[in-house]
């Protein structure tokens, strides 16, 4: 999975545009709460975890995978990317 490095120049916090976006994509990405999100390859090691969140949701950090899809985490996210 390609990423990027997006510097979000914020102040920390639970309301904060990088909070926001941390929280949101993880929840894009979450087979949790998106059933829609790609599947882990084959041979992925967190198939074989006990936490069922993280066989559940396909990612290794569980914060966040129940959550709701919000519309303004890709708003958001575009926001920083035409600042950087």
């Known amino acids: 999975m390609p990423f990027l490095w997006l510097p979000v120049d914020d102040p920390a916090g639970p309301t904060s545009d990088r909070g926001h976006i941390e929280a949101g994509t993880i929840a894009i990405l979450s087979r949790l709460s998106n059933a829609a999100a790609d599947s882990p390859s084959p041979g992925w090691l967190g198939k074989h975890s006990n936490r069922e969140a993280i066989v559940?949701?396909?990612?290794?950090?569980?914060?966040?995978?129940?959550?709701?899809?919000?519309?303004?985490?890709l708003t958001i996210l575009e926001h920083w990317v035409h600042r950087f």
């Open 56 to 73: 559940g949701s396909g990612l290794w950090n569980i914060n966040h995978v129940r959550n709701p899809r919000n519309p303004d985490t």
